[in-house]
């Protein structure tokens, strides 16, 4: 029987997709193993406190005389294993979500002290693949207040069935933090997007998972005019195409009637039938929340209004950080454990 060149390129891909997969899983059920044994660890050194910094000191002299070719139980790291431990003492939420991550980024997340918000940017790192780096920066920007926290100026309640309406909640932020952006004065909303566009893995990064970019100034005809969306994506959590309008100053009412405007375009030219209502978010240098829900009320098509904010360049060490494919799919392989 004659080889089909086809069937076996599809074949090989097809095995090593599997290899692929099994080498993620077995390296996940290592990192989980590790992050349950430092729990554990933790957990002793807790039951023995009484006996004070001398007991650590003699524990990380005597694991490394055991286990010479071991690093990863030095003072400082069994002191984290402490804290860890007491932070969670429940083994359960340590294995469901803490032991989707490396120890690194536990680490990383010992500056949270709520377990809420621990546990939240522990489940959004596994999500999204960020590097510790990452992480950090995220902790910083306050993510979690921008995104859980914040009172959400949208009619998406009004306009979206569910599950896709809280979908839609939970991707917002207020305010969305552009600081990869120098501010000048002057800036005008075109000069804004071109920068977004310029470092759009950056931008693909602050507006959350699943969104992939179209284009910026994407042209639309509607009945022989011309129009143009300053930035459109597609989101592939949502199913839907999203339409960003950018604004450099207050929110005024009738920017939400343009947007409305170009979602009922998107809809009726780009939206497939398998295609959940496109969705849209007016981006604001400020905004009164009050007369943004006015606005939105009685809008036909689903929208929210935040602000953003440009700040100064992100710090040099960031700028490598912002995850690939490829760290994605091997983000708990590069794990690194302090000595």
């Given at each position: 029987?004659?080889?089909?060149?086809?069937?076996?390129?599809?074949?090989?891909?097809?095995?090593?997709?599997?290899?692929?997969?099994?080498?993620?899983?077995?390296?996940?059920?290592?990192?989980?193993?590790?992050i349950l044994?430092?729990?554990?660890?933790?957990?002793?050194i807790?039951?023995?406190?009484?006996w004070?910094?001398?007991?650590?000191?003699?524990?990380?002299?005597?694991?490394?005389?055991?286990?010479?070719?071991?690093?990863?139980?030095?003072?400082?790291?069994?002191?984290?294993m402490?804290?860890?431990?007491?932070?969670?003492?429940?083994?359960?939420?340590?294995?469901?979500s803490?032991?989707?991550?490396?120890?690194y980024h536990?680490?990383?997340?010992?500056?949270?002290?709520?377990?809420?918000?621990?546990?939240?940017?522990?489940?959004?790192?596994?999500?999204?693949?960020?590097?510790?780096?990452?992480?950090?920066h995220?902790?910083?920007?306050?993510?979690y207040?921008?995104?859980?926290?914040?009172?959400?100026?949208?009619?998406?309640?009004?306009?979206?069935?569910?599950?896709?309406?809280?979908?839609?909640?939970q991707?917002?932020?207020?305010?969305?933090?552009?600081?990869?952006?120098p501010?000048?004065?002057?800036?005008?909303?075109?000069?804004?997007?071109r920068?977004?566009?310029?470092?759009?893995?950056?931008?693909?990064?602050?507006?959350?998972?699943?969104f992939?970019?179209?284009?910026n100034?994407?042209?639309?005809?509607?009945?022989?005019?011309d129009?143009?969306?300053d930035?459109?994506?597609?989101?592939l959590?949502?199913?839907?195409?999203?339409?960003?309008?950018?604004?450099?100053g207050?929110?005024?009412?009738?920017?939400?009637?343009?947007?409305?405007?170009?979602?009922?375009?998107?809809?009726?030219?780009?939206?497939?039938?398998?295609?959940?209502?496109?969705?849209?978010?007016?981006?604001c240098?400020?905004?009164n929340?009050?007369?943004?829900?006015?606005a939105?009320?009685?809008?036909?098509k689903?929208?929210?209004?935040?602000?953003?904010?440009?700040?100064s360049?992100l710090?040099?060490?960031?700028?490598?950080?912002?995850?690939?494919?490829?760290d994605?799919?091997?983000?708990?392989?590069?794990?690194?454990q302090?000595?």
């Amino acid at each position: 029987m004659l080889l089909n060149n086809n069937e076996y390129l599809a074949a090989i891909e097809s095995i090593k997709g599997e290899i692929k997969a099994a080498q993620y899983r077995a390296v996940l059920n290592v990192n989980r193993e590790l992050i349950l044994l430092y729990h554990s660890i933790g957990q002793v050194i807790n039951e023995h406190k009484v006996w004070g910094n001398r007991f650590v000191e003699n524990l990380a002299q005597d694991i490394k005389i055991a286990f010479p070719g071991v690093t990863g139980y030095s003072v400082r790291n069994l002191k984290y294993m402490a804290k860890f431990a007491a932070l969670f003492p429940d083994t359960e939420i340590v294995q469901a979500s803490l032991a989707q991550i490396t120890w690194y980024h536990n680490i990383a997340l010992n500056k949270v002290k709520d377990t809420e918000r621990y546990i939240w940017y522990a489940n959004k790192t596994a999500e999204n693949g960020w590097s510790r780096n990452v992480l950090v920066h995220q902790i910083e920007s306050g993510l979690y207040e921008r995104q859980v926290l914040t009172e959400k100026v949208a009619n998406f309640e009004t306009r979206l069935a569910a599950p896709q309406s809280e979908l839609a909640i939970q991707t917002m932020k207020d305010p969305y933090v552009f600081d990869f952006i120098p501010f000048k004065e002057d800036m005008v909303e075109r000069d804004i997007e071109r920068a977004l566009v310029q470092d759009v893995t950056k931008l693909l990064l602050e507006l959350g998972t699943g969104f992939a970019f179209l284009g910026n100034q994407y042209h639309m005809n509607v009945g022989g005019d011309d129009f143009y969306i300053d930035l459109l994506f597609y989101n592939l959590n949502l199913r839907c195409y999203v339409v960003i309008e950018l604004k450099t100053g207050d929110f005024k009412p009738d920017y939400a009637g343009q947007l409305n405007f170009y979602l009922s375009a998107v809809d009726a030219i780009l939206k497939k039938p398998e295609d959940q209502p496109s969705i849209g978010l007016l981006l604001c240098k400020s905004k009164n929340n009050l007369v943004a829900e006015y606005a939105l009320k009685d809008m036909s098509k689903p929208m929210g209004v935040s602000e953003y904010r440009l700040t100064s360049a992100l710090p040099k060490e960031l700028e490598q950080q912002f995850p690939t494919a490829d760290d994605i799919r091997n983000r708990i392989s590069n794990d690194t454990q302090p000595d």
